[in-house]
């Protein structure tokens, strides 16, 4: 097991001492203290996990980082996990769609752009 699996434990453990050791202090009723007991432990090892999945997705970032600009290569900010390849439509297939006036797609001709400059758009 690694180090940072111990990580929520350990946040459990303090919150649970700290509540303990509040509630003796301050003269709180003994049911009254578990039931803070199983509140604390519920939120801080939700807390605890989640402060320990952002501490191993931070590391892991900075490894590959460090191992990226050791073999002196570009590191791109988002890295495409989906390929999509849409195959090519005639001019059949084209004509068929409608196309209804909400949307306002107009296919056009990049020589003809002209023709669609709106100059009157405020």
């Known amino acids: 097991m690694k180090l940072s699996d111990f990580i929520p434990v350990l946040v459990i453990i303090a919150?649970?001492?700290?509540n303990i050791i509040m509630g003796v202090y301050n003269n709180i009723d003994f049911s009254v203290l578990m039931i803070r007991c199983i509140v604390v432990t519920i939120v801080f090892g939700i807390f605890g996990l989640l402060v320990t999945k952002t501490v191993s997705n931070?590391?892991?970032?900075?490894?590959?980082?460090?191992?990226?600009?050791n073999k002196n290569e570009e590191i791109s900010a988002v890295e495409s996990q989906i390929d999509i390849k849409v195959p090519?439509?005639?001019?059949?297939?084209?004509?068929?769609?409608?196309?209804?006036?909400?949307?306002g797609f107009v296919e056009v001709n990049p020589a003809n752009m002209g023709k669609y400059n709106y100059n009157n758009m405020d």
């Open 15 to 18: 919150a649970l001492i700290v």
């Open 88 to 103: 090519p439509l005639d001019d059949n297939e084209i004509e068929s769609i409608e196309y209804d006036g909400d949307n």
């Open 58 to 69: 931070i590391a892991e970032y900075y490894k590959i980082r460090v191992h990226a600009q």
